[in-house]
């Protein structure tokens, strides 16, 4: 069946530590993106790839860095500069058509030892 | 800056019930939303799409309308279940790819 795996599905971060999430899909789909979801709140876009080699910065990218050397994979690292990188980290897929739903991954909780 | 609205509240319905959750939104007019549905833990699972020009839209049990005029989508579940339970999210289409997301309202069905 095609979908999107995330892993690790727990990952804790030390301090000063870089941390990379993973992020496949065996979908096709052109277009991939990173979310952060605390309590509460709605999803917040840290960054986006509607094709391989591009990507946007979100509306919170501060901290996170991303990379799309294939169509399939779409990594994120949170770095040490983002202080507070505590949450449960999302990654979506949609086909390059706007208006089109987005398939969305089981997530990584996050956490600071 | 565009906000969408959801009751934060969690919503207690008794099963076989009609559900209805509220998407309120500002400052702008999307040309589609989207409603989600997230289990504890898990990613969101797209249930519909409806445009700007469409009034109501159904899918089973599930029925979305949408009012640009009052600025507001509500999401119907008919003949609940406690199956039924779980975080409904509702997205708008804010540029080409990316939606804005509301917080959800937890939808709890009681026996």
């Known amino acids: 069946d095609g979908g999107i795996t995330q892993s690790p599905k727990y990952l804790f971060r030390k301090e000063g530590q870089n941390v990379t999430l993973s992020c496949e899909q065996n979908?096709?789909?052109?277009?991939m993106y990173w979310y952060r979801q605390d309590p509460g709140q709605g999803l917040r876009l840290i960054y986006y790839?509607?094709?391989?080699?591009?990507?946007q910065k979100g509306d919170i990218a501060e901290g996170y860095s991303v990379s799309r050397e294939k169509k399939e994979s779409f990594p994120l690292t949170v770095t040490s500069a983002q202080k507070n990188p505590t949450a449960f980290y999302l990654c979506a897929s949609s086909s390059d058509r706007v208006n089109q739903p987005q398939h969305f991954g089981d997530g990584t909780r996050l956490s600071i030892l | 800056s565009q906000k969408i609205e959801q009751n934060s509240e969690a919503l207690n319905i008794q099963e076989g019930k009609t559900a209805t959750l509220t998407c309120n939104y500002t400052?702008?007019?999307?040309?589609?939303l989207q409603w989600y549905r997230q289990d504890p833990g898990r990613g969101p699972v797209f249930l519909l799409l409806?445009?700007?020009n469409e009034k109501e839209k159904r899918k089973e049990r599930l029925k979305v309308t949408f009012d640009t005029t009052l600025k507001q989508s509500l999401f119907h579940i008919t003949a609940s279940q406690p199956a039924d339970s779980a975080t409904y999210l509702c997205a708008l289409l804010y540029s080409n790819y990316q939606l804005i997301w509301g917080a959800g309202t937890k939808l709890i069905i009681k026996p």
């Open positions: 790839s509607q094709i391989v080699n591009d990507f």
């Open positions: 409806i445009r700007e």
């Open positions: 979908l096709n789909h052109d277009a």
């Open positions: 400052n702008y007019s999307p040309a589609y």
